[in-house]
């Protein structure tokens, strides 16, 4: 048979006081800026064909 009072004394033993927190609370968030658009706005493909086929 299982003793009752070893795995009660383990119980004390092991407790450790932190507060309780649900699944919400574990993610993280971080404000951040885009990144600057690489072409500058401008459809470099068109302007492309425009220049060299046009």
Do not use: K, Y
């Amino acid at each position: 048979m299982a003793d009752t009072g070893t795995s009660r004394d383990l119980e004390q033993r092991v407790h450790v006081d932190l507060p309780r927190i649900t699944v919400d609370q574990m993610t993280t968030s971080q404000d951040v800026t885009p990144p600057p658009d690489p072409t500058g706005g401008q459809d470099v493909d068109t302007e492309f064909m425009i220049r060299h086929f046009g």
